[in-house]
């Protein structure tokens, strides 16, 4: 039986009326529930006497096993606690060889909280970096919309090759919504026996995703996008390949028999279980997780999947409009409902478009040589009418 679609949730998030946010691919506003949450956490310090040392670990734990049930994991302590992508992405750098001759594949303009380390690591080691990018065999950009999703997953492929050591790339494109084939690249990884890491940010939440389908090595994801959480925290599946690994610090909390305050000082060499000895130090945030595992419980009601098809069915109605205005989008195979990029005719200067954006109250983001409309839940008809104005009257 098929899910229950969903209806418009705005009423669950405090966005004005006035505003027509299409950014959530920017940061999400925080539903209601959310902000709730995180000013329980901010009473509960006024009295620290009401947080026992069971708080410090109960609260977090909840948290990996709501996420580790989103991306269907099946053991929660493969899941560590994180600041941000880069700090998930360096613990991964840390903890896979690359030895000289070696090749790291990433994807053109990728987000660099997925690209510094593996620079980097490439650097010290002697290898090389190979940045893919959707341009034809060679190496010139193509332009429009024709081919360019296929070509470039075409490209990822034939970059991977027996000598490829790590792949670092996302679900979708954070400019423009480029859909990639995880399928076939996880495949291709498995084949050459290259780690495969995996910057979901842009994605979890919004689509699904199965890690036991796709066999990551580690997935890392940031809580401000798609998530609905709060800033400067995040959530990272870590696979067998790093289970013994090294942790970027040494966390009292994340050590073996942390649990007893009394015994601390018991100095032990043995980890928490599976991926907590790569948490953050002082991950038991007592406002952030709290707010964190509430945005997860909301996912859970609203099921990524649900979310995925309600942002398509707005996302057709801008397409068409924008494909009969002469815009031109990536075709429908290599593209996602949430996230998307249009880009402008011939002639049409993108401060034009942002300036008729501004007068019809539209939040969305120009990034590379796209618009990024990136609707969610709580957009409606209204929203896509103002954004489909805007993109008419940058004509006039």
Not at 11 to 25: G, I, Q, T, V
Not at 31 to 60: Q, T
Not at 87 to 93: F, I, K, Q, T
Not at 122 to 130: D, L, T, W
């Amino acid at each position: 039986m098929s899910p229950s679609p969903l209806s418009c949730q705005r009423d669950a998030f405090s966005l004005p009326r006035e505003m027509h946010y299409l950014n959530c691919a920017y940061m999400s506003p925080l539903p209601r529930a959310v902000e709730e949450a995180g000013v329980l956490g901010i009473y509960r310090k006024r009295n620290p006497a009401s947080l026992g040392p069971e708080d410090f670990f109960s609260e977090s734990q909840e948290a990996r096993g709501l996420f580790a049930r989103l991306v269907n994991v099946p053991d929660p302590d493969s899941v560590a606690i994180i600041p941000s992508v880069s700090y998930g992405v360096s613990v991964a750098a840390r903890n896979t060889p690359l030895a000289s001759g070696q090749n790291v594949v990433l994807l053109e303009e990728q987000f660099p909280g997925n690209v510094y380390a593996w620079l980097r690591l490439a650097g010290e080691s002697g290898g090389e970096v190979r940045m893919v990018g959707p341009g034809d065999k060679d190496g010139s950009a193509l332009t429009g919309s024709s081919g360019r999703g296929r070509r470039w997953n075409e490209r990822i492929l034939e970059a991977m090759d027996g000598d490829t050591g790590i792949v670092a790339l996302a679900p979708v494109h954070w400019t423009d919504g480029t859909r990639f084939d995880l399928e076939a690249i996880s495949s291709r990884a498995r084949e050459v026996g290259a780690a495969l890491i995996i910057d979901g940010t842009q994605a979890v939440g919004a689509m699904p995703f199965d890690v036991q389908a796709l066999e990551p090595d580690a997935l890392i994801v940031a809580s401000y996008k798609w998530l609905f959480g709060p800033y400067s925290i995040g959530l990272a599946y870590f696979g067998p390949r790093y289970r013994e690994g090294t942790p970027l610090e040494e966390t009292w909390i994340a050590r073996e028999g942390s649990e007893d305050f009394r015994a601390l000082v018991d100095y032990r060499d043995r980890y928490q279980p599976g991926s907590i000895r790569f948490d953050v130090g002082e991950r038991s945030n007592f406002i952030l997780v709290p707010m964190m595992a509430e945005a997860l419980r909301l996912l859970q009601e609203w099921e990524p999947g649900r979310i995925q098809d309600y942002a398509k069915g707005l996302s057709a109605e801008i397409l068409a409009e924008a494909e009969a205005l002469g815009y031109t989008t990536e075709e429908e195979a290599h593209r996602v409902g949430h996230i998307f990029g249009v880009r402008t005719p011939e002639g049409l200067e993108m401060a034009r478009l942002s300036e008729a954006l501004r007068d019809e109250g539209v939040s969305a983001s120009l990034r590379g040589s796209a618009l990024r409309v990136s609707p969610n839940l709580y957009n409606d008809q209204e929203d896509v009418a103002a954004l489909n104005r805007a993109l008419r009257a940058a004509l006039d």
